[in-house]
Structures are given as C-alpha cells and as structure tokens.
C-alpha cells in the first residue's frame, strides 16, 4: 500500500526519520561485516589502533577510510581483515618478524594469505558516490548511478581553501579587472556628490511611504503573535526609494528617439567618445541613426554626476546611480558585478543582519534566485564591492550549482581567494580594530549563510534521489522559490531580452550578446595594465 503523501509540516520531521533509519542500517550492516570478516569481534572492537585518537579519521567518511600505519611499525604487524581462520596465531614479536621478513626474500611463503570476500553485487557504499558522511549505508547500484548521485563536498565548495598569489599572465589580467571594479563604490562617498543625490530625490515621499509600510509590517507582526516585523525603517526606506527609482526617474533606454523628429533611431555601431564624453566617465558611445538622416550619440557613462543628469541607461547605467542614492539615504550599498554582462545591488539590512539583493531594473526586492530560476540565465562569477571590502556572493545566487553555474575559468578559485582578500585588506588597512572587529564577523554570518544555501541543497538532492528509487514522497524544499522569482526579465525591448537569453529559455544568441565593459580608469577598459 502506498505511503500517504507528508504533510507540509511534518517534511522535517520525515526526513530526520529516513536518516536515522539509514544510520541504523549502516550499523547493522557493519556488525554484520565485523562478525563476518574479523576473528574476534570483541579483539577487533578493542584494538587501539581503533581508538587512538591521534588516528582516528577526520574524514567525512569515517568507515570507508583506511587508517595509516607510522613506517616504524613492521609490515607483518599491521591490521589486516581475515576471514574466519580457527586458531589464529598472535603476531610474533619484533625480532623474529625482521627474521621473518629476512627469510622471506629467499623463500616462498607455502600458504597466501586468503583475500576477504568481495561486498554483495548488490550493494554500494554512498561515501563513495557521495562523500555526504553517510559512510557505511549501503544502496542498490541504480541508486548509485552518477548521473544520479549528488555532487561530492569538493564540488559544492566545502573544503576550505588556501590563498594563492596569482602567477600566470590571465590570472593578473583578471586580478587588474577586479582591482578596476572595486573603485566605484568608493564614488559613492563624496560628499558633494552625496548631497546632490539628496537634491534630486522627494524626500517627503520616500519618507512617508516608508513610515507608512513599516507601521503596517508592525501591525501585521503583532497580529500573527511575533515580536519583530520581518523588515525594519530603513528597509523600507529603500524599498519606496526603489519604487521612485524605477516608475517616476530613470528611463530604460533601447535605441533613443531622434530630437528632430522623435522618431526611433537604428544602431550603426560604436564610436570613440569625445573629450567632454570621456571626462564625464563614457568609456564607449553607441552611434545611432534616424530616417530623416539625423546621427545620434549614446554615450555609456559611468560617472554618476552625469547620470544624475541624464537619468537614462541600461542596466549598467541603473545599477551606478541607484547604489549611489541609496548610499545618499544612509544604508550601507554593494555593487555587484556578474561576469555574464549584469549588475546590481545588495544593501545591509541591520534589521535582519544580512545583505539583501535589490535590482533597480526589475524592481526586485530580496529575489536573489530571479536570475538563475527566473530568467534561466547561468552565471560563473558573482562579485560584490563596498567601500569597506568585497566577496564573491556567487553562492548567493546560484543555488544549483550543477545546473545554473557556468564554469569559473579566469583563474583558479584559491587565486581568486587571493584576490579578494587583496582587495579587503586595501580597504579596511586604515580602519580601527573595532570596526575591522565587526567587519570580519559580518564576513563569517555570509560565510555560514552560504553554507547552509549549500547544504540544503545538497538534502533536497538527497531527498529526492530517496524519494525516487525508493517510491517515498519527495521532501519539500527548505527553501522554496519565492514569488516573483520565476519570471523573465522585465527591463528591456523583447528581442534585445531574447538575443541575451533571459527570456526564460537560457538560450542565448551570440551575434547579439555584447560583454560587458567595465568602467574607465588609467589601466584601460579592460584593466589590462598591471596595477
């Protein structure tokens, strides 16, 4: 009779269930393989090579993995499993195993020692499809398909890592690109240019749309019986600067409108900016043209003095300026770059103690999964910049990472590691110990808070490949989808959305995909020159 599906309250509870009964099976079977394979139970259970702690395995499979034995212990004397042998003789002391072992180089041994008997056909260990500490459960061979099995703690980023100099010429080149990146958020702590963000936006209104959001998430929090609302003032003072932002002052911009004739305008490629365009931050122009014969320039500034003015961009464009106003209203701002020609931000909620995402072209409030769920778009790097530090928030965001990562190839990952590091330590040198103190604890809550994105991950795998092979009802997930994280891009002309792959299909049209470029400095567009 088929098991009735679980309540949605009582998945936790089923899954803890199908583990410990797991756990048991694993301990039944290795008694069984004690008794079967070993002379003595209770002389193998107290060896001390067993129990010694300097030996003992810290791997996560702890049963499947064979204890070394120092090079000062003779080879004669070192645990080896048997199968049954009545009368098994002890080990003979030291001196007459080295007269032993001098005899055994002139003579053949009269009788090999018997190999122990292989596992059950039918069997397989999940520490060795695995590596998820569940050493000793054994599983059909379907089970163990590795098509089928989750990922191994090196391929979700478990192991910790050591920091590596970079060393080869692609790793620099990358280093300088990073280097280059992290500079713009340091633009968004000039006072004047502070103080003219605060000019242009209604105050009043952001104000009094935030009091009155957070007096409402009060409400509902004391009506469900919690002591806390789930955001604070402050975030939702963003959250109306958010709305402004996007409905009332920035304009998206796909091919723009001729002056003469507001007519819309037809690409003709890049241009080199102009003096004046290149002083304001334009690292490229894009030249378009009208029917009535009118040239018309677009260009791609960084400098956010300039966007103030403009208040038209893409995504690029959005992201610059709406850090920067956020950094105006007091929250603390990120930026954050993805390799695959995209940016956002994050700002710090102090309310929960986290670093919230929030993209300015979307609208999207603490959506992180929207790119890889929603627009189906894979991604490689994801890396945040602040003024005070920066981190590759890459986990953040890609979830399934053999599904929705791309493959990180620029350099390898304990290069990176260095990198950022690097990056960190140039901008909290000059800060105090106490507030490097607070830094540095901020840096290990994300750390654990990626963690545990990865390690839900990996249950709901585990659950789901139990579910299939053994017919019991798929767990749901720790995490689900939040609303309005499946859906596709909203910002954009829908051929420009299609050719980029962000349309929910994933597939993406080469001849149409630009790469990104990052903002100007000394070193080039591309940070090519070593800094």
Same mark, same amino acid.
């Given at each position: 009779?088929?098991?009735p599906?679980?309540?949605?309250?009582?998945?936790?509870?089923?899954?803890?269930?199908?583990?410990?009964?797991?756990?048991?099976?694993?301990?039944e079977?290795?008694?069984?393989?004690?008794?079967?394979f070993?002379?003595?139970?209770?002389?193998?259970?107290?060896?001390?090579?067993?129990h010694?702690?300097?030996?003992?395995?810290t791997?996560?499979a702890?049963?499947?993995?064979?204890?070394?034995?120092? &090079?000062?212990?003779? $080879?004669?004397?070192?645990?080896q499993? /048997?199968?049954? =042998? %009545?009368?098994?003789?002890? +080990? *003979?002391?030291?001196?007459?195993?080295?007269?032993?072992?001098?005899?055994?180089?002139?003579?053949?041994?009269?009788?090999?020692?018997?190999?122990?008997?292989?596992?059950?056909?039918?069997?397989?260990?999940?520490?060795?499809?695995?590596?998820?500490?569940?050493?000793?459960?054994?599983?059909?061979?379907?089970?163990? &398909?590795?098509?089928? $099995?989750?990922?191994?703690?090196?391929? /979700?980023?478990? =192991? %910790?890592?050591?920091?590596? +100099? *970079?060393?080869?010429?692609?790793?620099?080149?990358?280093?300088?690109?990073?280097?280059?990146?992290?500079?713009?958020?340091?633009?968004?702590?000039?006072?004047?240019?502070?103080?003219?963000?605060?000019?242009?936006?209604?105050?009043?209104?952001?104000?009094?749309?935030?009091?009155?959001?957070?007096?409402?998430?009060?409400?509902q929090?004391?009506?469900?019986?919690?002591?806390?609302?789930?955001?604070?003032?402050?975030?939702?003072?963003?959250?109306?600067?958010?709305r402004?932002?996007?409905?009332?002052?920035?304009?998206?911009?796909?091919?723009?409108?001729?002056?003469?004739?507001?007519?819309?305008?037809?690409?003709?490629?890049?241009?080199?900016?102009?003096?004046?365009?290149?002083?304001?931050?334009?690292?490229?122009?894009?030249?378009?043209?009208?029917?009535?014969?009118?040239?018309?320039?677009?260009p791609?500034?960084?400098?956010?003095?300039?966007?103030?003015?403009?208040?038209?961009g893409?995504?690029?464009?959005?992201?610059?300026?709406?850090?920067?106003?956020?950094?105006?209203?007091?929250?603390?701002?990120?930026?954050?770059?993805?390799?695959?020609?995209?940016?956002?931000?994050?700002?710090?909620?102090?309310?929960?103690?986290?670093?919230?995402?929030?993209?300015?072209?979307?609208?999207?409030?603490d959506?992180?999964?929207?790119?890889?769920?929603?627009?189906?778009?894979?991604?490689?790097?994801?890396?945040?910049?602040s003024?005070?530090?920066?981190?590759?928030?890459?986990?953040?965001?890609?979830?399934?990472?053999?599904?929705q990562?791309l493959?990180?190839?620029?350099?390898?990952?304990?290069?990176?590691?260095?990198?950022?590091?690097?990056?960190?330590?140039?901008?909290?040198?000059?800060?105090?110990?106490?507030?490097?103190?607070?830094?540095?604890?901020?840096?290990?809550?994300?750390?654990?808070?990626?963690?545990?994105?990865?390690?839900?991950?990996?249950?709901?795998?585990?659950?789901?490949?139990?579910?299939?092979?053994?017919g019991?009802?798929?767990?749901?997930?720790?995490?689900?989808?939040?609303?309005?994280?499946?859906?596709?891009?909203?910002?954009?002309?829908?051929?420009?959305?299609r050719?980029?792959?962000?349309?929910?299909?994933?597939?993406?049209?080469?001849?149409?995909?630009?790469?990104?470029?990052?903002?100007?400095?000394?070193?080039?567009?591309?940070?090519?020159?070593?800094l």
């Amino acid at each position: 009779m088929a098991e009735p599906p679980a309540q949605p309250d009582q998945w936790a509870k089923d899954l803890t269930n199908r583990f410990q009964g797991l756990l048991q099976t694993k301990k039944e079977l290795k008694k069984q393989r004690s008794r079967a394979f070993s002379p003595s139970a209770d002389a193998s259970s107290s060896s001390p090579l067993n129990h010694s702690p300097s030996t003992r395995p810290t791997t996560p499979a702890a049963s499947s993995y064979r204890r070394p034995v120092p &090079s000062s212990q003779p $080879a004669h004397s070192r645990p080896q499993r /048997h199968p049954p =042998t %009545p009368n098994y003789p002890p +080990p *003979p002391p030291p001196q007459q195993q080295q007269q032993q072992q001098h005899h055994h180089h002139h003579h053949q041994p009269q009788h090999q020692q018997q190999q122990p008997p292989p596992l059950p056909p039918k069997t397989l260990l999940v520490n060795e499809t695995m590596g998820c500490g569940l050493s000793g459960v054994y599983r059909s061979p379907s089970m163990a &398909s590795p098509s089928q $099995a989750p990922p191994s703690y090196a391929a /979700h980023g478990l =192991t %910790p890592l050591v920091a590596v +100099p *970079p060393s080869d010429e692609s790793h620099f080149l990358f280093r300088n690109l990073l280097v280059t990146l992290s500079k713009t958020p340091l633009r968004y702590e000039n006072p004047g240019l502070l103080d003219e963000a605060l000019a242009v936006i209604p105050l009043d209104r952001v104000y009094g749309e935030a009091e009155e959001e957070s007096q409402m998430l009060i409400a509902q929090a004391r009506s469900l019986g919690q002591e806390r609302p789930e955001w604070g003032y402050q975030d939702c003072v963003i959250k109306a600067l958010l709305r402004w932002f996007k409905r009332d002052f920035f304009e998206w911009i796909n091919n723009p409108f001729c002056p003469v004739c507001r007519l819309q305008t037809v690409g003709q490629g890049m241009t080199p900016p102009t003096d004046d365009e290149a002083a304001r931050g334009a690292s490229r122009t894009e030249l378009y043209k009208c029917s009535c014969g009118v040239l018309v320039r677009f260009p791609r500034y960084s400098d956010v003095w300039a966007l103030l003015q403009t208040k038209k961009g893409r995504c690029g464009e959005w992201a610059n300026c709406f850090s920067m106003l956020c950094r105006a209203v007091g929250s603390r701002v990120r930026w954050v770059w993805n390799s695959e020609d995209h940016v956002w931000t994050e700002i710090y909620s102090e309310h929960q103690r986290r670093w919230v995402h929030v993209d300015a072209c979307e609208e999207a409030w603490d959506k992180p999964r929207l790119y890889a769920e929603g627009w189906n778009k894979k991604m490689a790097y994801c890396i945040a910049f602040s003024y005070d530090g920066c981190t590759d928030v890459t986990r953040r965001y890609v979830r399934n990472q053999r599904t929705q990562l791309l493959s990180r190839n620029r350099c390898p990952e304990e290069v990176l590691l260095w990198i950022l590091q690097e990056i960190k330590k140039s901008r909290r040198e000059n800060l105090s110990k106490q507030e490097r103190f607070r830094l540095e604890k901020e840096d290990m809550d994300e750390e654990q808070e990626f963690k545990a994105y990865q390690a839900q991950t990996m249950a709901m795998e585990i659950g789901a490949e139990i579910g299939s092979n053994t017919g019991l009802p798929t767990v749901l997930p720790f995490d689900p989808v939040r609303e309005g994280e499946k859906r596709p891009r909203q910002s954009g002309a829908p051929e420009w959305t299609r050719a980029r792959g962000e349309d929910g299909t994933g597939r993406i049209q080469p001849q149409f995909h630009q790469q990104f470029h990052p903002p100007r400095s000394p070193g080039g567009p591309n940070g090519s020159r070593r800094l």
